[in-house]
């Protein structure tokens, strides 16, 4: 089984700063999402890569494959990104189902 | 038809009972997992099918199962539920088995008493 560990669990930020949450996993993987969840449970997808960089707007997500990292940056912060913000992994020796981490609780202040 | 609806959104079962949470995805999406939520860790992966056929399985008993039909809807029926149970239900389709695309539900929160 691919373990995910996400870093740090929870994490508190004033509006406006820039914020960086890390996932490692331990085995080759085929894609990792980065997944943003609400209270109340709707899971929304933010990104899925296998290599490089990505960015949506505030959102910047990277993956080093050769050190099984990737890290989900947000600048310029804001409350209305309090989420908890969850790493999963897909590949071919799980038949691609998602290997999900606890999560990030991200809570950010005015 | 765009997004995934699972229903219900809520749901109290006793202990010993059974229950069926339902799934529609998004037309054309042939595949859909199904995972568990329990309060504050992570989804863990149940059981997943594509084109009606499951083709892989978590660390689920067998009276974890599942069904998925060609209208791109599926079921995940739990019987003799016990009180661990208890959790968030979330599915995710996606229009393949390498899982690109997925599109997830709000899920369903079961609560056996």
């Known amino acids: 089984k691919n373990e995910v560990e996400q870093s740090p669990q929870n994490l508190t930020a004033q509006e406006g700063e820039f914020i960086t949450i890390n996932c490692s996993y331990s085995?080759?993987?085929?894609?990792l999402h980065w997944l943003q969840q609400h209270p109340g449970g709707g899971i929304v997808s933010l990104f899925m890569l296998s290599s490089g960089k990505k960015k949506h707007g505030r959102l910047i997500a990277t993956i080093n494959i050769q050190e099984k990292h990737s890290s989900l940056h947000i600048t310029a912060s804001h409350p209305r990104d309090s989420a908890v913000y969850i790493c999963a992994v897909s590949s071919s020796n799980s038949g691609y189902a998602l290997n999900f981490g606890k999560g990030t609780s991200l809570l950010v202040t005015p | 038809e765009t997004g995934v609806t699972q229903s219900p959104t809520h749901l109290i079962k006793t202990r010993g009972q059974q229950v069926t949470l339902r799934c529609s995805s998004q037309s054309g999406h042939n595949t859909v997992s199904w995972y568990q939520q329990a309060l504050g860790q992570g989804p863990q992966f149940i059981f997943q099918y594509y084109r009606e056929e499951e083709n892989g399985r978590g660390n689920f008993p067998p009276r974890f199962s599942g069904l998925q039909f060609p209208n791109y809807s599926s079921e995940l029926n739990v019987n003799a539920l016990e009180l661990d149970d208890s959790a968030l239900y979330l599915c995710?389709?996606?229009?393949?088995?390498?899982?690109?695309?997925?599109?997830f539900g709000s899920g369903t929160r079961l609560t056996v008493v």
């Open positions: 085995v080759g993987i085929s894609a």
């Open positions: 995710a389709s996606s229009p393949d088995p390498l899982g690109y695309g997925y599109t």
